[in-house]
């Protein structure tokens, strides 16, 4: 799954061993005494607290379930879009796992009308505990025997629990229902096992207007005309898969066909759609070639489909039928690196190896999809593109991953851990670093290989890891996976220049003060992160690159002697640790790093180092520079940003280059920074990126500087901007912002004729009516029974949140 929690203006890129029975003496007599000391601690009190690595390795969050799912026959029909229901018959067949099993309990949410239940021609009882159903079977199996039962059923959910159902809008789309799948919706529309661990193969056979395309796991089996002007459309999943991954979408898609490889590839759009989504869609069979050769593992599926749908937040990874927003990229927004291309269709294909082929066992350990879906986004541009854009794309993950950390710190492999992508993505990173490139792929081949179609926890890792280059890497996951944070380094460097040497003391700063949770589970940081950080201290002669292997909480150094004063000093040369760093350094030595260290992570610490320096004209010219001249897009856009703070006499030489950059990332941040330098000049510019810019992003972040530097004259751009078309409404969102912060109620007139446009446009006018004008008010007032059913949906909720009325 990946969705983007980003506006759409600033979319880039975001063991220890547990005591074990072994069938020996030595083995049972330790479980012996091992049981004896657990009574004993039972009788001095309660249990010593859990390891989050205990817990993790122990597959504590793993269900038991007495049964194994073999197969469901899922038959849905007489969707009703007013009351989000409809009729569904579930064929179930399991594998008994306990002699004398009575009774299989499946997950089916409470508002699923349970009708009937029968095994054979014979009606079985059943109970609905909560989200289960209990059957109870006709007779006790026995431990291998199979049964087979159909439940029916009356389905009903609450709009986006299991399914989501839109009406026809004339207009703006046609009727459509999907399902939501992930970690907890489809046992919400139909009874199964909710659980990752237990795949099964089933068949969807969905039965709706003629009008819609069905769209679901596997192969097409038959699309036949049935009563009613309906057609039911027979899709077969013929390989086990998690039945978190069961997808269902029935709406007014035409498909696109391709293929790669001999494997059919499909993208599903609307109608108006299709140009626009042949050049979306075409990286996909370049994506799939490129993870194929990576992994070393086949495509494993029949198919792929992307299929788009309306009001969707992102991607799910259901099986061979990838759930897509609809949302698709046009020509001009292909200026602004889309989410969509950048990371949305990379991360879901990714899925077809991580995730679906390979699954985590439970949801702890839920990291292991999605962090190396995450991580095989950097790695496809870095077979495209090269190092850099790589490290541009784990740059974004380890912003994103600060950002969890800094509202919760839990570790990578926990219960509903917060940081499963970019961490997942940045630990592989460091994992691949450590490994070397060749033996890193080979780990992941024999991940992929040996757990093909099963499923996995984070020990199944590193034990890959282990068989395929002989590296025990424990302590690794141990940091890492199990444990939480990361380094926090705190660095001081001395020079003495009689022994012409460069002292350097580093300590680790990180505490391991997390408290214990409810069930005495506590998540550790280590004190000392191992690892190795390379320092590369230049010098006007020669760079002298010295490493340094952590042990210890503080270390020192010292290098030399040098051929002369150091000009700068690179903690952790090529970037390959995650972590933090403080360390107070000259300008010039911070000056020096931005001009030649080629890491854009390094370059971004520097950057941000020099920005807090606004009184110092030395950190402003260096970012200046780096604006106008520096290799990459990202560095500069950084340093563009960085100028935002400093005076207009620093900073505009530096954006006016920057305005003019060939990259719209770098013209957006300049344009952007603009806002804050203030100035004639600064207006000039933004006026101008406004009027000419190709990019919606820049001319959003045009429409925001412009409403910043003059509030009072900024009516006409705003008018404009709340008129102006673009690729998710950027620039009228930016516009609405700036009528709203200049308060600026001469654009009711505009708001009015755009309600139709997206709800926030409803929004913008119920704050005006809430602070004052009488217009907004009226106009709000004539539209709750506006013909288009969007735009009544959008004017009530309006008028809920804003408590008008
Ligand atoms: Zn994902």
Not at 478 to 506: C, I, K, M, N
Not at 524 to 532: A, L, N, T
Not at 738 to 754: C, I, K, Q, S
């Amino acid at each position: 799954m990946v969705f983007t929690t980003q506006a759409p203006s600033t979319q880039r890129n975001t063991q220890r061993v547990v005591p074990r029975c072994t069938p020996c003496l030595c083995g049972e007599l330790f479980h012996r005494v091992w049981r004896g000391l657990l009574a004993l601690a039972v009788l001095a009190g309660p249990v010593a607290a859990q390891t989050n690595a205990e817990r993790i390795l122990s597959e504590a969050d793993t269900r038991s379930h007495d049964y194994d799912l073999v197969h469901q026959r899922i038959e849905a029909w007489g969707f009703d879009w007013d009351s989000l229901a409809f009729m569904g018959r579930v064929t179930t067949t399991a594998v008994c796992r306990r002699p004398g099993l009575d009774r299989i309990v499946l997950d089916a949410g409470r508002m699923l009308e349970v009708r009937r239940v029968t095994q054979g021609r014979a009606t079985l009882a059943f109970d609905r505990p909560g989200d289960s159903l209990i059957v109870r079977l006709q007779r006790p199996a026995g431990f291998g025997d199979t049964v087979r039962f159909v439940v029916e059923y009356r389905g009903r959910v609450a709009q986006g629990h299991g399914l989501y159902f839109f009406p026809a809008e004339p207009g703006r789309r046609g009727r459509q229902v999907y399902s939501g799948g992930g970690t907890d919706g489809n046992p919400n529309w139909f009874p199964t096992y909710a659980g990752p661990e237990d795949k099964e193969t089933w068949d969807m056979i969905a039965t709706v207007p003629a009008d819609l395309t069905v769209v679901s796991n596997g192969r097409l089996v038959a699309d036949r005309p049935a009563p009613g002007r309906t057609h039911a459309v027979h899709w077969a999943q013929e390989r086990p898969a998690s039945t978190y991954l069961v997808s269902l979408v029935a709406a007014p898609l035409v498909k696109l066909a391709d293929r790669w490889r001999g494997v059919p590839l499909a993208y599903y759009v609307a109608p108006g759609d299709t140009a626009q989504a042949r050049a979306v869609f075409r990286m996909t069979p370049d994506v799939l070639e490129v993870y194929a050769r990576l992994a070393g593992e086949p495509f494993p599926w029949a198919k792929y489909a992307q299929v788009t749908v309306a009001d969707y937040f992102g991607g799910m990874e259901n099986v061979t039928a990838t759930t897509m927003a609809d949302w698709l990229p046009d020509r001009r927004a292909e200026l602004d690196a889309p989410w969509y291309r950048e990371v949305l269709i990379p991360h879901e294909a990714a899925h077809n190896w991580f995730g679906n082929y390979v699954t985590t066992a439970n949801w702890a350990n839920y990291w292991l999809n999605e962090g190396l879906a995450q991580f095989m986004v950097g790695q496809y541009w870095r077979v495209k593109r090269g190092d850099a854009a790589a490290e541009d794309a784990y740059l974004a993950d380890y912003r994103d991953y600060l950002e969890a950390d800094g509202r919760r710190r839990m570790p990578l492999a926990s219960l509903r851990s917060n940081n499963i992508y970019p961490k997942g993505s940045l630990v592989l990173r460091m994992l691949r670093l450590e490994l070397g490139d060749q033996r890193f792929w080979a780990a992941i081949h024999r991940y992929l290989e040996r757990n093909a179609l099963g499923s996995v926890t984070s020990a199944d890792l590193a034990r890959a890891v282990l068989d395929a280059t002989g590296e025990n890497l424990s302590w690794f996951f141990d940091q890492w996976v199990y444990a939480a944070g990361h380094p926090e380094f705190s660095v001081s460097a001395t020079y003495d220049s009689t022994a012409r040497t460069l002292g350097l003391a580093v300590v680790q700063t990180q505490r391991d003060t997390l408290p214990a949770d409810s069930t005495g589970l506590r998540y550790s940081v280590p004190e000392v992160f191992r690892g190795r950080v390379t320092i590369r201290v230049g010098t006007a002669l020669a760079d002298v690159v010295r490493e340094l292997d952590l042990r210890q909480r503080a270390e020192t150094l010292t290098v030399g002697p040098l051929p002369g004063p150091p000009t700068m000093v690179v903690f952790d040369d090529g970037n390959r640790l995650l972590k933090t760093l403080a360390f107070a350094q000259p300008t010039d030595w911070l000056a020096t790093q931005l001009q030649r260290d080629p890491d854009p992570w390094n370059q971004a610490w520097a950057i941000n180092q020099l920005g807090g320096r606004t009184t110092d004209s030395a950190a402003g010219a260096a970012l200046v520079r780096a604006a106008a001249h520096l290799g990459d897009a990202t560095t500069r856009a950084l340093a563009a940003e960085a100028l935002a703070r400093f005076p207009a006499p620093v900073a505009l030489p530096g954006l006016e280059a920057a305005v003019r950059d060939t990259s719209a990332r770098v013209r957006e941040a300049a344009v952007g920074a603009l806002g804050g330098v203030g100035g004639p000049g600064a207006l000039a510019l933004a006026r101008a990126a406004f009027a000419g810019d190709p990019s919606y992003a820049v001319r959003a972040a045009a429409v925001g500087a412009v409403a910043e530097l003059d509030s009072a004259g900024a009516h006409d751009v705003i008018a404009t901007a709340l008129a102006t078309p673009s690729y998710r409404s950027v620039i009228q969102s930016a516009a609405l912002g700036a009528a709203v912060r200049t308060a600026d109620a001469g654009t009711v007139p505009v708001l009015e004729e755009r309600l139709g446009d997206q709800s926030l446009v409803a929004l913008a006018l119920a704050w005006f009516a809430q602070h004052g004008s009488d217009a907004a008010r009226e106009a709000l007032a004539r539209h709750r029974d506006d013909e288009r059913a969007w735009v009544r949906r959008w004017v009530a909720e309006a008028y809920r949140r804003s408590g008008l009325d």
